[in-house]
């Protein structure tokens, strides 16, 4: 219950009452069957509220795939960002972001922080907007057991930290119909650091309607035992544009 509420308070923090929003909804879905059964699916959810002083975004996304023999990915994330613009390229910002992932040894992982920000570019073809600031961070691992004898590695804990906490959106328009977006974060504490970045080519196929392809990177630096530090997805959705 403690991480529902703490998942709806990211989202509420940045929803203003009546407003207009603006954004993108994308999602993907493979099934193959016969000789090998496995289905994979992605959605991804990022919506925009702006004003001449205010910027507000929330959004998530959510992965599952499984095979012949289970789930082999399981995970979902919300997040939002309340921004105030103090001159026409600079802001301050608070913002949240609340993970959990099946397949990661975290149990969850949360982080609330705040800092400031600026729109470096921003013309008719390319746009980068960067963040810096700090926060604090809680996670919980789970129990680590050892594949073959099943003996426990570790056991699962409870923790937080302070962490420092950047981010990059960059977008460029190639033509009219093709764009390259980039998102970029990356949160640094003492116990962990967690890096992601997320990089697609769309591609226009109506007014609101286009085709992604999509390359993401996940990355801890010091994750439970027997887990991996990089994970990797790749990814083709149709993108629709909520205007």
Known sequence: MRRLFFAATVLAAAL?????????SEAGLVIASGNTNTETANARLNLQYETEKWKNTVGGAALYASDEDGKTANRWETFGELGWKFTERNFVFGAGRYEEDEFSGFDYQATLSGGVGRRFLDNPTTTMVGTLGAGYKFFETRDAFDDVTGVLLEEGRSDSEVVFRSTIDFEHK????????????VESGADNTFVQNDISLQ????????LAVGYGVRHNSNPPVEFKKTDTLTTINLVYDIK
């Not at 203003?16 to 993108?24: I, L, N, Q, V, Y």
């Not at 190639?174 to 974060?185: E, R």
């Not at 226009?204 to 309607?209: A, E, F, G, I």
């Open 203 to 210: 591609v226009k196929m109506t007014d609101v309607l286009a």
């Open 174 to 185: 190639f033509t009219a119909t093709t764009s390259l977006i980039d998102k970029f974060i």
């Open 16 to 24: 203003p009452a009546h407003a207009e929003w603006t954004g993108k």
